[in-house]
């Protein structure tokens, strides 16, 4: 399977946000019934009941297409399907300290376990260098998540990198950091 990774731009933006929903419905199996993580009243994964439709969350996230030196809205493709999506941010769209941020990364069911979420992300990593950050669920919920950057980070860095658990602006988070200058 011959799976790539493109920069989108406002022209093919919709399908990431076609994928979005799939997402956040997937992060809400990994928190249950955490505030946040469950739909509002209207069947929308978001925080407020102001989200009435799905285009009020895309709305949202034209964000990702606005500022195109700071936030990178990769498509990943698997043999010219959309399989996943990955959304990296860049200062000050993180933290002071860190010069790329996984912000969100998702893969589609049918292309999970065959290691293209790992070369995604991979080749997502070689394309900016410097000090990287990404958060996951610390909960037994996602073990799944948490066995996949564990892997995927330390394969990629040799084993340099940092591990933590520890508070984000998402809440208590596992922490992965490690930076690609001396690789």
Known sequence: MNIEVKL???TNAYIIKNMYPLYLHDLSGHYGLVSGHTPNKHGIFEDSDHYVTLN???EV????WEHP?????Y???ADNRPAGFALIAAPPYCSPDVDYFVNDFFMLQPFRGHGHAQFAITSIFQRFT???????NPSERNTVGQRFWRRTVSHYT????EERSGPTIDGEKLIFRFSNRSL
């Open 75 to 77: 498509l990943i493709a």
């Open 130 to 136: 410097g000090q990287w950050e990404l958060f996951t």
């Open 56 to 58: 009020d969350q895309y």
């Open 61 to 64: 996230q034209n964000i990702w």
């Open 8 to 10: 989108t731009d406002k």
């Open 69 to 73: 030196n700071a936030l990178f809205p």
């Open 158 to 161: 040799n084993g340099n990198y």
